[in-house]
């Protein structure tokens, strides 16, 4: 059979699209190690860019890692127990757990700008926490909190858990035992795509943190905003670079996560 | 055989919090050792039964269940000491086989090496020898039920409870683990409860069967009792093939257009309905005398051991007619039919359903 | 002899306990600034009436048209790409096709800035665009520091969201029901609109939603371009950062996030895809 | 030893030396932030109740408009009386530290043989349509700067905005691009080839960046402007602060200030050889002052004109 | 009754994309107005051939599809107009049931007037007299399946294909509308092609039945044909249940230790499988000398109309018996049993299988 004139289309506009979507990364990839980006690759290729970034904004990149681990324990000591209640508050029917899933979303929705406003206005007056990372902590906590609880809720869901705790009940578990026995080992998979989502968005996070940032908390996308402002194109692009670096591993993950758990979750 | 308990359901019923009335109070005796089937149409209540004898349910107030006449209606199932086999098995997927056998086990802080045996005495009763290490996920549908049987073993319940542990297999399949089970079961001794849906493997495994309807429990009695003597329309309808013939009865006949079938009880002129079993009725040569009704065969089925006719007689449904495989029918073809009449059902009480 | 225990009745409220350090953490960092937000909003010179400000103040009333029309235009160009080649993606297989679609939903996780620099990358004096049009035209086309850019940026981080929810809904769909339709004799476009569109709706319905509201809150994009259109959070920054007028940048962002999360509750009640999937 | 400032951008101004050289010298570190002084402010005001920043670096406007809002305090640094009269609150409410000019930076080579603009009217010829930047005057001070620049050049005055207004609506035809943020950077790479700018940044692309940039103070007039400091009321470490204002202040300090280009708000620091990098005295007799803080109280009407009238 | 095209396979394989040859090149030849059951296990091709002769696969090289002689080999499926049914019905959610039957009829450009008077007509064929409103997802099971029907059938095809329309359904449903469906087809004389993998379904519906395995057809034949006639262990196996008896072949009988059976080809002392059907063993009174097996009972599954026996006679597996439903029976007791020397297979080529 011949492929028709609508798969060459359909085709083209593919290949188009993920041009559209790759072709920028690569180039500024490319841009963070070319000598002079505006005379082109024929200048040569150095680590200059790389080690001027590295030099004057490694702190940001520590800083971002930190914020995002932490961010993480956070999301994950909070959020998948929070989860479990979504799942199994009155059967998982409870009107009450869909009001607290939408209620959770609105971090996501609300733009980042009022949610750091909101924050500052609140709690801007109590210094040592204005100025400390634990301000940036509470925005990125606010904002990935469903990324964790998502996946989880959803492979709680799928999960059958209902069935296996009551299976674990009748071999004679109490409920903390089914809890940390059935329970979390078995919406693992959700838990560790969770984890990614949350590690990834916490260290791309700007609106909120843009606001919400002191000269002593600057994270790496800050910086990044920074640089493109005021440093050359090269400067931005190694910067980019070295995001991209950091940022795309987990993003790796988070795909081979995604995938084994449909597998997995089936039962 | 270990000392088994006997299980009681006193005024029994349970409303679920959309109001929902799954069970209308029911009264319920299992006598130790026994094996009683739970048998029913799909949302008949079997499993919300099961439910409250596990104690995953609570029953509304009023309702009590006894194990052994003590009261255990309070008692959440962890408490219970019951071994549950679930409809999808509900088999720990990040759990061995082994693991999940003897999880109950190690709740019960058993030492190890105890738990190893037992857990290859388990495999081995139920043909899984060697299987301990495998992952849940790759085992067959029939592996997996001996899993959860295994598992629900383990703990030595006092009752054992079963919720169609062999629905999700197919049917040659289900016909061997059926008589596993069967053995198993006469084995073990212990009190156990069993939810089907399927009125072949209720009889074949059942001591007494509970037949269900809507909530209610409709019958209870041996596999015999129900299928020879059925208390009413439904139980009749629902366990095996059942013929209706709707007609006039008068001077002990029930009279419709291909014959009449001998019935004595119902006023004259008053419309009644006899049931018999396709198995009931015999082919007879036409003009001999002993036909009680004549009709024209609609369709055959050959069936490889019978071959089943379904007959119009003129009275209401076609009747089902099973006969032996080597006679060769024709559809459209005319025949004599008889049915003694001790085959003969009728429920006075339930004419008007 | 068995313990006696009362019915477990508490046990239905027993799961409300583990939502509690989520739920604390939610009331006290967010809910509540949320609310002092909203005080603030009404403290300024007009009061409450900073609320209705949107509407009754031209510049404010342009920007929040202009980015709604904004929005709707990537929206609607997403859902069209994304479903093209959404489907064309879950139905073809190739070589490297995971590798493909792992690249793809990079941009999901990019931050607004990165997203603004990318278009840089593309569209910017010295873009890919740029380059080719001035190779093949003589004239380098920069668009990205215009509503062009805003635009394709917006695309930018909208399309691999649609494309992977138009992958998860094509996943879903039954086969036989387009062979359904063939054997009916429908043609390949009447196949695709009676049966495939019908089906990935629900899930266009809320992707596109959540593209839309999006759209509307990016703050890193338009900011890094830095463009000539005033969308509405640049305003809301420009309130704040220029003028220091706190209470019109409250009332504007509490009025924004007000009008997505109707957008997106819209959608979701439409759609009747409470998991309207976020990410 | 931390003293907070807001809006200390190593990318500007060269404060990455100037940090560096207040840490050698005084062992406090300042921490770079790059804020403009539009945020800043409004950050200062927001944090009002408990302030994160102990000073500010801004431009003269946003000093005089922090003292109204009471966000600042008083100090009078080492040097104090050095500092002409009109680059300071006669409180201390804030002083300047240096100064620069408003004028024409133009990437050479991205005009790709088109002359260099010589005067604000050589912009509205069509040949250089999509040339052009000009950073937003409704949202960013150099924006504004560059507007009441022109105005001023063209015949304006704080009063009478429209020769600056009709200027801005006749560039129009030439689609200039208008970012809201600094945009040194774009400059460099040639997205925008001339941009309304600083003659320090326009320097420093000059003979640090080593790039073909030009400076043109424009023939019809500029403006320069002075960038103040500001010590912020109730900051965390008022004596760091105090200690970090001196400094600025010092001959160490304000030479580092000339060595980057910008004039020193204390004529004697300037060096000859940094002079030798600025334009001609001559050329720099066009660029004006003016009241300062007149001008900061236009600034809202002048951006609501320019967005209904210009945009 | 319309004119019925013949429908012919001729080596027709099927190698899909990642290279399972799914279907060995098959020859199969169908008579206009026939309904042939292409039956099987699981995976054996049962469904790939329906999708050849559909047009929603394509043969491997060399293979040919022909209606009625003419080659539609390269026609996809839009253009062969064939109805089809399938398994999990695929109604179109997003329409009503009229609009699911209607839409073959508006793809034709049928006016609205002639559509709503066909979608009248083949409801109530169907017997689903004014559903045509309703929603698809407030259908039952058996409802669907009978909206699917109707929907194949509306735009009038040449030929009808059923791939397990029922199997989705539970087994007193499935039953009641086999029998819908049996007369329905008979009426139509469409050519028909069914696909199931239950037995008893093929056998009651099929003029012919096609018994795959492994991608090849095992044998084609009546129902009668496949159940006394089976050409392989495989068929014999797979129709009905069967009994197996492995022993020693000698002076024209088969020994094992609960008895022998007379079978006279093989060479004496080598090992012989002899194979038999439940219903055709007879329980006969011991010492009468006419028993040629005996055995002890395992387990004793009443089934109503019959009771069927596991019967432990020394050779292999347990024998299954099925006797009459008036006997009882103990586990444990002794039988002596008959089988008649017709009622015994033996397929020499496949003893070592
Ligand atoms: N948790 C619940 N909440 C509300 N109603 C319920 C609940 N569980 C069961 N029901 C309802 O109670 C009735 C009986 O349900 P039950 O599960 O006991 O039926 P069943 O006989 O086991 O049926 P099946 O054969 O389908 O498993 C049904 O109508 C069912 O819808
Ligand atoms: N699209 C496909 N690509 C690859 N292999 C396939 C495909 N479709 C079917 N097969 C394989 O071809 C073989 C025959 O499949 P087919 O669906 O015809 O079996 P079947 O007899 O209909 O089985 P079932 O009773 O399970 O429906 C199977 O081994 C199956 O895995
Ligand atoms: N779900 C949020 C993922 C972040 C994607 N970045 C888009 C930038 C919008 N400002
Ligand atoms: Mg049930
Ligand atoms: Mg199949």
Known sequence: MHKSFRFYVQLGLTLLVCAFLIIPIILSMLAGITDNFFIGWSSGFTTRWIVQVWDTYQVTIWRSIAIALACLVVTTLVGVPLAYMLARHKGGNSRLARAIEELLMMPVAVPGLATALALIMAYGQYREFRSSLLFILVGHVMFTLPFMVRPVLAVMQSAQLPVLEEAAASLGAGPLQRFFGIVIPNVFSGILAGALMVVTLSIGEFNITWMLHTPLTMTLPVGLADSYASMRLEVGSAYTLIFFLMIIPLLIAMQWVTHTTRSRVRL | MKNAVSIQLIQCGKTFANGAQALQPIELAIRPGETVVLLGPSGCGKTTTLRLIAGLEFPDAGGQVLFDGEDVTGLPIEKRGVGMVFQNYALFPNMTVGENIAYGLKIRKIPAAQRLKKIDALLEMVHLQGLGQRRIDQLSGGQKQRVALARALAVEPRVLLLDEPLTALDAKLRETLRADLNQLLRTLGITTIYVTHDQSEAMALGDRVVVMERGKIAQIGTPQDIYYRPVSHFVADFIGTMNRVTGVAGGGQVRFSGGQLPYAVSAAGSQATLMFRPEDV????????????????????????????????GAGQAVVVDTGRSASWQVGQRIALRVPEHALLHFQDEVAA | MLPKLPKPRSQRQRYLWFALPGMTLFLAFWLLPMLRLLAVGASGPTGAAAYLAVVTNHRYLMSLIATLLLS??????????????????????????????????????????????????????????????????GDAWVFAYSLGGLFLGYLYFSIPRVILTVMAAAEKL??????????????????????????????????????????????????????????????????????ANFAMAAALSIVLGAMTWLVLALARSWSGNTAAAAA | QNAICYNCPPEWADWATQIKAIKDKTGITVPPDNKNSGQSLSQIIAEKASPVADFTYVGVT????????????????????????????????????????????????????????????????????????YLDPASAFVGYVGAVAINQALGGTLENFNPGINFLKALQKNQPIVPKQTSYARLLSGEIPILFGYDFDAYRAK?????????????????????????????????????????????????????????????????????????????????????????????????????????
């Open chain 2, 282 to 313: 015999e082919v007879v040569a036409d003009g001999m005398g002993t036909a009680n009704m004549h009709g024209e065969i609609l369709s055959t089925f050959f069936l490889g051991d019978r071959t089943r006719l379904h007959v119009n007689v």
């Open chain 3, 72 to 137: 709707a235009l990537v929206t609607l160009t997403t859902l069209l790409i994304s479903v093209l080649v959404g489907l064309f993606l879950q139905r073809n297989r190739f070589a490297g096709k995971s590798l493909l679609l792992a690249m793809l939903t990079f941009p999901l996780a990019f931050p607004g800035v990165v997203v603004g620099f990318m278009v840089i990358m593309l569209a910017g004096r010295q873009g890919l665009i740029g380059g080719v049009s001035n190779w093949l035209f």
């Open chain 3, 174 to 243: 039954d086969p036989a029901l387009e062979e359904a339709a063939r054997s009916l004799g429908a043609n390949p476009l009447q196949v695709f609109s009676n049966v495939v569109l019908p089906a990935l709706t629900p899930a266009l319905i809320s992707s596109g939603a959540i593209c839309f509201a999006t759209s509307v809150g990016a703050f890193g994009t338009a900011f890094t371009l830095a463009t000539n259109i005033d969308v509405l959070p640049m305003v809301i920054y420009n309130e704040f950062t220029s003028y």
């Open chain 4, 62 to 133: 946003f000093g005089i408009e922090a003292k109204k809002r009471e966000v600042t305090t008083p100090y009078k640094p080492v040097g104090w009386n050095e500092i002409p009269n009109e680059l300071k609150d006669p409180d201390g409410y804030w002083f300047t530290i240096h100064s620069g000019t408003m004028g024409l930076m133009v990437n050479v080579d991205a005009l790709k043989g088109k002359p260099v603009p010589r005067s604000w009217q050589d912009l509205l010829k069509p040949e250089y349509k999509g040339l052009i930047g």
């Open chain 4, 207 to 311: 003979y640090k960046d080593k790039a073909n940039v030009a400076f043109v103070i424009p023939s019809e007039g500029t403006l320069s402007v002075p960038y103040v400091v500001s010590l912020v009321k109730n900051g965390p470490n008022p004596a760091n602060a105090k200690k970090v204002l001196d400094f600025l202040l010092s001959n160490e300090g304000q030479a580092i200030w000339a060595n980057a280009y910008l004039r020193p708000v204390r004529a004697s620091a300037m060096s000859k050889e940094a002079q030798a990098h600025f334009l001609p005295a001559a050329e720099y007799a066009r660029a004006k002052s003016i009241d300062y803080s007149k001008m900061a109280e236009g600034q809202r009407a002048f951006s609501e004109r320019y967005q209904a009238e210009v945009r």
